[in-house]
Every structure is written in C-alpha cells, then in structure tokens.
C-alpha cells in the first residue's frame, strides 16, 4: 500500500512538471537585443531615431561577409528580420566598397561608419 501511493505521487510529479513544460515558454535571448546594441554603440546612437525603434524591434541577426582576398575590398551587411508590417524582405543587404590609397593606408580617414 505505501509502495503504491509513493508510485501514485511520483506519477502525479511527473504528470504536473510535463504539463509545466508546456504552459512556460522560457524566452530566448535578450528582447530587442540589436536595438539595444546600436542605442548604446557611440558610433550608432545618434543616428537611431524613435521611428526607427519599431522597426530595429524586428531585427534577428546581424551578418558580415567580406569579399574575397583576390576581389577588389569590400564588405556585406546582412541584417535578417522576423516577419514585420514594416517590410516584406526577410534579409535586408548593404555593400560598402573600401577604397585604400597607398599613401592613405590609416582608417582615420573614414568619417562615418
């Protein structure tokens, strides 16, 4: 009898922490991690405005492709969005082309990023 009721109490443990597993939907990550990146990045934070703010709310991922050692230098942002009324593209690309001279080889010289 006691061995039964002990059984009947572990199924019940059981049968509550998987109903808990399912209610609780642990969140992932920081919310609005990128937003509050770029807010707090003095290079950035000026040029974030309050409209931008819904919209930088959406941003994923940030990604950086540099281009080939043979290619002329250049580098790819990729910023990845969740689906959003703002825009349809899921991924949203900017390519900067970076010119060098060789008597300017310091990267002082660019004035914005």
Not at 36 to 44: H, I, P, R
Not at 86 to 96: A, G, H
Not at 106 to 111: A, I
Request: glycine residues 2%; contains cysteine; negative net charge.
């Amino acid at each position: 009898m006691l061995m039964q009721s002990i059984d009947e109490k572990q199924a019940n443990v059981q049968a509550e922490d998987d109903n808990s597993d399912d209610e609780i939907e642990e969140p992932k990550g920081t919310p609005h991690f990128w937003l509050t990146v770029f807010k707090n990045m003095y290079v950035l934070s000026g040029m974030i405005q309050e409209y931008n703010e819904s919209v930088l709310k959406h941003l994923q991922e940030v990604n950086v492709k540099c281009s080939e050692r043979e290619q002329p230098m250049n580098f790819t942002l990729e910023f990845k969005f969740k689906p959003n009324e703002y825009f349809t593209n899921e991924v949203i690309t900017k390519v900067y082309q970076v010119e060098l001279r060789p008597d300017k080889l310091e990267f002082s010289f660019f004035d914005e990023p």
